[in-house]
């Protein structure tokens, strides 16, 4: 058969495929402070050329290549600052008698206190594992090097490993024994107990890796009993005997964040841009208390200048994070009017650097892509000339690719795509978006060899993530008949390299 029938045959099977860009889908992860000093909004993610921006679960309209770092990272400062939040007029009352009271004298109703506990009384299983022993037998598991729960410390120290190495489910299951330490164990759930900084940590930790895990019914279930994070004992003025006068809120703020976005991911958009815009307003009440030279929660208070600087710098960096989370929010909700106007007024709101206007421009161009207005897009995104193509960034390349799919030029955006890569030959969302635009230029066979190259050979460990798995299973299924012994090496694959937290689902495997 020829090369050209070939690609012609490759072409009708492309054809035949009615939505493939469906299968295209990037998963970006929310992550929690106990391995990262980087907010949670903005973590690593890889972006699928179709789509764009992602509009999964735990969106994020930035990509690997974009940072506001140096623009948005809280920097180490007072606790008194970090730890600061206004309560409710309720809350405030509760803890203005605890504070005026002698020690013990107030009993407080169980409807002001937060009763947490576990949703699962069993374990979460590895399902890696289980589907190697179902598929390829129990002896394929001698080739699974990576840390079990039982190899591991019982404490955070073991933590940190298991979420290091991938290991979620894992790492879930930890953080239930640690909890159960506090007494919010399984069957806890609406029992009295008392909470520390470390316990509420633990809480963080749990909630994110089940938003990454989309554990969607334990995660709502879970996590309900904090509220909005207002409850009296959410602060340290509750626990005098413990904390004397310190004030503020053990919660930490991104973990306010993932509290307010998780009715997202549990299909409840308007609630979670409800909460997220109550916490902006307690932001921007903050900040106007810190230009009038009162303290975050209006108390008097004597700040030297230095100090209310960095007070009013870690506000603003608040503030645009939970704009960039707004935004998020709008994305999931498929409301991009919103997401482009929130995303503007963020541009609006600070004097960025060159890099970060140009970041939130590209962001704000993807958006209009989305509402189908390139002609808008274009404008955002950064030009590349042809004559300055070799000093041209990967990020405007990328922009360029995307304009080019929006459209319809595949060829164009795989020239670009292309180009990209060439400055980064290690990066997997742009072999990822080369593949599919391989396939949509009816080179099918190319697009299965450049990604069966990237799992195997280049990096297995960095390439195997869900999307790429995704796109290989789809792409096998349509390459040939017997895709089924194509997947179940990826299975071996992911057994050798790979943590727990994969959904095996992505392989496309019926068990």
């Known amino acids: 058969?020829?090369?050209?029938?070939?690609?012609?045959?490759?072409?009708?099977?492309?054809?035949?495929?009615?939505?493939?860009?469906?299968?295209?889908?990037?998963?970006?992860?929310?992550?929690?402070?106990?391995?990262?000093?980087?907010p949670d909004i903005f973590l690593t993610s890889n972006i699928s050329m179709l789509s764009v921006p992602p509009i999964s679960p735990s969106p994020n309209i930035f990509d690997q290549d974009f940072s506001f770092d140096d623009q948005i990272n809280e920097s180490p400062m007072n606790d008194i600052h970090r730890d600061a939040w206004i309560p409710s007029e309720s809350t405030h009352k509760i803890l203005?008698?605890?504070?005026?009271?002698?020690?013990?004298?107030?009993?407080?109703?169980?409807?002001?206190?937060?009763?947490?506990?576990?949703?699962?009384?069993?374990?979460?299983?590895?399902?890696?594992?289980?589907?190697?022993?179902?598929?390829?037998?129990?002896?394929?598991?001698?080739?699974?090097?990576v840390s079990y729960l039982s190899n591991v410390t019982q404490d955070e120290r073991g933590l940190r490993s298991l979420i290091k190495d991938g290991y979620y489910r894992a790492a879930v299951n930890l953080t239930g024994r640690l909890l159960a330490i506090y007494g919010q164990g399984y069957g806890k759930i609406n029992h009295p107990s008392k909470h520390t900084p470390h316990s509420i940590q633990l809480w963080f930790t749990r909630l994110s890796l089940l938003t990454k895990l989309k554990q969607i019914e334990m995660l709502e279930t879970e996590s309900a009993p904090f509220g909005n994070l207002d409850k009296p004992d959410m602060y340290f003025t509750f626990y005098p005997e413990l904390y004397g006068t310190r004030r503020g809120s053990m919660a930490s703020f991104a973990f306010r964040l993932l509290i307010a976005e998780i009715p997202m991911y549990c299909g409840k958009g308007k609630r979670a841009l409800d909460n997220l815009y109550a916490m902006l307003a307690i932001i921007k009440q903050i900040l106007r208390n810190l230009?009038?030279?009162?303290?975050?929660?209006?108390?008097?208070?004597?700040?030297?200048?230095?100090?209310?600087?960095?007070?009013?710098?870690?506000?603003?960096?608040?503030?645009?994070?939970?704009?960039?989370?707004?935004?998020?929010?709008?994305?999931?909700?498929?409301?991009?009017?919103?997401?482009?106007?929130?995303?503007?007024q963020l541009f609006n709101c600070n004097e960025w650097k060159k890099k970060q206007a140009d970041i939130l421009n590209s962001a704000i161009g993807r958006i209009y892509l989305l509402l189908g207005d390139v002609s808008a897009a274009e404008k955002k995104f950064t030009v590349v000339h042809p004559e300055n193509s070799k000093s041209a960034s990967i990020k405007e390349f990328v922009d360029k690719a995307f304009i080019a799919v929006a459209q319809n030029s595949f060829q164009e955006a795989l020239d670009f795509f292309k180009s990209a890569s060439e400055l980064d030959p290690s990066n997997i969302m742009l072999l990822n978006n080369i593949a599919v635009c391989l396939l949509y230029t009816g080179k099918l066979k190319a697009a299965v060899e450049l990604l069966e190259n990237m799992v195997t050979v280049k990096n297995p460990v960095k390439s195997l993530q869900e999307v790429v798995l995704l796109n290989m299973s789809t792409l096998y299924e349509l390459h040939t008949t017997h895709s089924i012994q194509s997947k179940l090496q990826l299975l071996r694959q992911l057994n050798r390299y790979n943590g727990d937290s994969t959904n095996i689902q992505c392989l496309k495997l019926v068990m």
């Open 291 to 344: 230009e009038n030279d009162l303290s975050e929660d209006g108390g008097a208070v004597k700040f030297n200048k230095d100090e209310k600087h960095d007070a009013m710098q870690l506000w603003k960096a608040r503030k645009s994070r939970t704009l960039v989370s707004i935004v998020n929010c709008a994305l999931c909700s498929k409301n991009y009017i919103l997401a482009a106007e929130v995303l503007e």
């Open 1 to 38: 058969m020829s090369q050209k029938q070939s690609e012609s045959e490759e072409t009708d099977n492309v054809s035949a495929l009615v939505n493939l860009g469906s299968y295209f889908d990037s998963v970006p992860t929310i992550f929690d402070e106990i391995v990262s000093d980087k």
């Open 96 to 145: 203005r008698s605890i504070a005026t009271s002698p020690h013990g004298g107030n009993q407080i109703d169980k409807e002001n206190l937060t009763m947490l506990g576990l949703a699962l009384a069993d374990e979460m299983s590895d399902p890696i594992k289980e589907a190697v022993t179902y598929f390829l037998g129990e002896e394929e598991n001698i080739n699974r090097n």
